[in-house]
């Protein structure tokens, strides 16, 4: 959806907003209820493994999602019994042994700006996590907002166990603000499989659900964030993510900035008139 400019009124400048409503998945599954959209990956068979085709639209599709004024949280899950076995060897593993050292470059900065994608998305990110979760998958798991895993869940940062170095798509950073340092050092030094109930006392899941029940928990979250004021949670996030590389005093100011900045909103003042009418708010996003 966009504007049309007219001079002398700023406040028609074109938004570049889009939507989602009508995308249609290549390589994923996509939907979109009530502002939330719910991703998919759908290749049960082989446990969802990924593609260089799906890293790619992975990629564009979080990108787009900071225009897209229709979705308001996201929801990323496997089909069948697993979330995502990361990388698929015949398709990925394979070819990079034959690539150079700069198509192997190409590639490694590909799947890290699917990362980057996630992180720079406004929308709040629920990763519905069953089975297997491994490699790649676990960095998606791990770039997500909020985790909803089972006890037969296993995530698995798997890469030394191939002679590559942990430090893959930003698992060294993320890995030890989720978890802490030690922690993390021992996944990615050993390999090993985090079951779903040590991920939970961990701090990796944020929440232990059924098999049958962790999407539609997950989904039930989302909608919840989808309710509440979206343009304040995508403030939330975005500060989230920059203070990890400020000093106390910078964060103060970047949140005083930004605190100022919601006051502005439109569902700020809704939040105030309902608050005195002992009402509850309707926040619209703006």
Same mark, same amino acid.
């Given at each position: 959806?966009?504007?049309?400019? &007219?001079?002398?009124?700023?406040?028609?400048?074109?938004?570049?907003?889009?939507?989602?409503? @009508?995308?249609?998945?290549?390589?994923?599954?996509?939907?979109?209820?009530?502002?939330?959209?719910?991703?998919?990956?759908?290749?049960?068979?082989?446990?969802?493994?990924?593609?260089?085709?799906? #890293?790619?639209?992975?990629?564009?599709?979080?990108?787009?999602?900071? #225009?897209?004024?229709?979705?308001?949280?996201?929801? *990323?899950?496997?089909?069948?019994? @697993?979330?995502?076995?990361?990388? %698929?060897?015949?398709?990925?593993?394979?070819?990079?042994?034959?690539?150079?050292?700069?198509?192997?470059?190409?590639?490694?900065?590909?799947?890290?700006?699917?990362?980057?994608?996630?992180?720079?998305?406004?929308?709040?990110? *629920?990763?519905?996590?069953?089975?297997?979760?491994? +490699?790649? +998958?676990? &960095?998606?798991?791990?770039?997500?907002?909020?985790? #909803?895993?089972?006890?037969?869940?296993?995530?698995?940062?798997?890469? @030394?166990?191939?002679?590559?170095?942990?430090? %893959?798509?930003?698992?060294?950073?993320?890995?030890?603000?989720?978890?802490?340092?030690?922690?993390?050092?021992?996944?990615?030094?050993?390999?090993?499989?985090?079951?779903?109930?040590?991920?939970?006392?961990?701090?990796?899941?944020?929440?232990?659900?059924?098999?049958?029940?962790?999407?539609?928990?997950?989904?039930?979250?989302?909608?919840?964030?989808?309710?509440?004021?979206?343009?304040?949670?995508?403030?939330?996030?975005?500060?989230?993510?920059?203070?990890?590389?400020?000093?106390?005093?910078?964060?103060?100011?970047?949140?005083?900035?930004?605190?100022?900045?919601?006051?502005?909103?439109?569902?700020?003042?809704?939040?105030?008139?309902?608050?005195?009418?002992?009402?509850?708010?309707?926040?619209?996003?703006?």
């Amino acid at each position: 959806m966009s504007q049309s400019y &007219l001079p002398g009124q700023p406040h028609q400048l074109p938004r570049h907003h889009t939507q989602l409503a @009508n995308y249609q998945g290549v390589h994923v599954l996509f939907q979109l209820h009530e502002g939330v959209a719910t991703i998919s990956l759908n290749r049960p068979e082989r446990k969802n493994p990924l593609s260089f085709e799906s #890293y790619a639209e992975l990629r564009d599709l979080f990108r787009a999602m900071c #225009y897209a004024d229709d979705v308001h949280a996201v929801v *990323i899950t496997g089909a069948g019994n @697993n979330f995502c076995s990361g990388g %698929d060897v015949h398709e990925i593993i394979g070819p990079l042994t034959h690539l150079d050292m700069p198509g192997l470059l190409a590639f490694t900065r590909m799947t890290g700006d699917v990362i980057k994608a996630m992180r720079a998305c406004p929308q709040p990110i *629920i990763a519905a996590v069953d089975g297997i979760c491994a +490699g790649a +998958g676990a &960095l998606l798991s791990l770039a997500s907002d909020l985790r #909803y895993g089972t006890e037969r869940s296993k995530t698995y940062f798997l890469f @030394n166990k191939v002679g590559l170095a942990g430090c %893959d798509m930003g698992a060294c950073a993320l890995l030890p603000r989720v978890i802490g340092q030690g922690r993390a050092s021992e996944l990615l030094y050993t390999g090993r499989g985090l079951p779903g109930a040590e991920a939970e006392r961990w701090g990796f899941f944020n929440r232990l659900c059924t098999p049958e029940e962790v999407l539609a928990q997950a989904q039930a979250m989302a909608h919840e964030l989808a309710q509440g004021p979206t343009f304040a949670n995508g403030m939330t996030k975005k500060m989230l993510q920059q203070e990890w590389n400020m000093g106390v005093d910078e964060a103060i100011e970047a949140e005083a900035q930004a605190q100022a900045i919601c006051m502005m909103t439109n569902d700020f003042h809704r939040a105030y008139h309902a608050f005195v009418a002992k009402q509850t708010p309707v926040f619209e996003g703006d």
